[in-house]
T-cell receptor, first 115, second 114 residues
Framework: AQSVAQPEDQVNVAEGNPLTVKCTYSVSGNPYLFWYVQYPNRGLQFLLKYITGDNLVKGSYGFEAEFNKSQTSFHLKKPSALVSDSALYFC?????????????FGSGTKLNVKP | DAMVIQNPRYQVTQFGKPVTLSCSQT?????MYWYQQKSSQAPKLLFHYYDKDFNNEADTPDNFQSRRPNTSFCFLDIRSPGLGDAAMYLC?????????????FGPGTRLTVL
């Protein structure tokens, strides 16, 4: 079965400090991994994805994520957090080739960036 | 430019009164999804269309139905809303050519059931 886990319900970080939001995955095939951000009363916005290639993926708004196959992880990172980064972050996985239309979301991590 | 549009953004209905939520897209994507999201939880897939092929999740209640009259539009019908159906409903699309891996989400419709 395909799944993702976000072990932290909430992450608190001071503005200007680096941030990490954790995600681990479980798939039986090749993983397609995604990060989305959600602001209050809004839909999900795509941040970045890993399909193949370099393990370090760069995305929108200065975010990046590192794919680690041995640890089955895909942690989201940013070198210097902004207050405006405060939002709900979701990790998602799609398995290739089976069930290619379905995406499995983690439970979400609320990021709080304090001034 | 709005790519996935959901109307209305906020919908209030009464217990048991049918309600329809709409989604339209300008991306010409083959796949359209409906998710239910409660209280900042993970979005829960209700069903999806691949073109006209309808795929229902096994645990989606019969109370929820969907229609896709053409590529651009998709509707979510809740036949008899209960208090437990109050949630944010998210529509998403995915293409099957070019960048086929990314879902594009609409802003959501927040449903309140009185």
């Amino acid at each position: 079965a395909q799944s993702v886990a976000q072990p932290e319900d909430q992450v608190n970080v001071a503005e200007g400090n680096p941030l990490t939001v954790k995600c681990t995955y479980s798939v039986s095939g090749n993983p397609y991994l995604f990060w989305y951000v959600q602001y209050p009363n809004r839909g999900l916005q795509f941040l970045l994805k890993y399909i193949t290639g370099d393990n370090l993926v760069k995305g929108s708004y200065g975010f990046e994520a590192e794919f680690n196959k041995s640890q089955t992880s895909f942690h989201l990172k940013k070198p210097s957090a902004l207050v405006s980064d405060s939002a709900l972050y979701f990790c998602a996985v799609r398995e290739d080739p089976y069930n290619f239309n379905k995406f499995y979301f983690g439970s979400g991590t609320k990021l709080n960036v304090k001034p | 430019d709005a790519m996935v549009i959901q109307n209305p953004r906020y919908q209030v209905t009464q217990f048991g009164k049918p309600v329809t939520l709409s989604c339209s897209q300008t991306l010409n994507h083959n796949v359209m999804y409906w998710y239910q999201q409660k209280s900042s939880q993970a979005p829960k897939l209700l069903f999806h269309y691949y073109d006209k092929d309808f795929n229902n999740e096994a645990d989606t209640p019969d109370n929820f139905q969907s229609r896709r009259p053409n590529t651009s539009f998709c509707f979510l019908d809740i036949r008899s809303p209960g208090l437990g159906d109050a949630a944010m409903y998210l529509c998403a699309t995915r293409g099957t050519s070019g960048s086929t891996d990314t879902q594009y989400f609409g802003p959501g419709t927040r449903l309140t059931v009185l």
